[in-house]
């Protein structure tokens, strides 16, 4: 078994107070040790394929599986973490082969305007070879200007929004080369950070 942290694990932790983080790296170095302890409570949540786990009476970890390999994601109270995974999934891109962290699109964003908008000369293929989510193309090619780009970025995978951005200023941006191993891809190493050993589980934590 691998474990790998990623960027949105590292960024809950941060927004807990000091002593909940201390649980959740706690929970982290138990998970690392053996994923299967009684204490840990890992629950399927049937909705998106991620999973919970206890790291306090309120706290939960917000997990997914690939393969032999488990990814910490989120971090939070019970109602919180839950509506965080709700929300995403963990998907490798059709295109790029690179694995996102991707976050549900909702019906109402997926609207029909009379404007061109900023990236719609772009077809839908090239906004895929740029690792676009397939369910984010309508959206990110009916934003009209720079405003509504900036907003959308933090909800995408961080090498779409640098992508985005250099298109909506006007560079041609060649398409990543897709990469056949996921964990080789350098998109996927920007947001999971693969758990060498238990050394270097502490030194990512700290």
């Known amino acids: 078994m691998g474990l790998l942290l990623t960027k949105s694990w ?10 909940e983080m201390a649980r959740a790296h706690e929970f982290s170095c138990l998970f690392f040790d053996n994923p299967k302890h009684p204490g840990i409570s890992l629950e399927r949540l049937q ?3 991620l ?7 309120d706290l939960r970890a917000i997990l997914a599986k690939q393969g032999e390999d488990w990814c910490l ?22 295109k790029t ?14 609207r029909v305007r009379q404007v061109e908008g900023l990236l ?26 720079e405003d509504e780009l900036f907003e959308l970025l933090p909800r995408l995978p961080d090498e779409v929004g640098e992508a985005l951005l250099s298109l909506a200023s006007g560079e041609l941006v060649t398409p990543p080369a897709p990469v056949p191993a996921v964990w080789q891809h350098q998109d996927t190493q920007r947001r999971f950070y693969v ?12």
């Open 10 to 19: 590292a960024d809950a932790l941060r927004a807990l107070p000091a002593s």
């Open 97 to 110: 082969g690179s694995l996102q962290l991707v976050e549900t699109v909702e019906r109402q964003e997926v």
């Open 195 to 206: 758990v060498e050993d238990a050394a270097d589980l502490q030194r990512l934590l700290n």
């Open 120 to 145: 719609s000369r772009h077809s839908d293929d090239y906004l895929l070879s740029l690792g676009v989510p397939a369910d984010w193309l309508p959206v990110v090619r009916n934003v009209v200007d």
């Open 73 to 94: 994601l989120y971090a939070g109270h019970h109602d919180d973490a839950y509506r965080w995974a709700e929300r995403r999934r963990v998907e490798r891109h059709a």
């Open 51 to 57: 999973w919970s786990g206890r790291i306090s009476g």
């Open 47 to 49: 909705k998106n394929d």
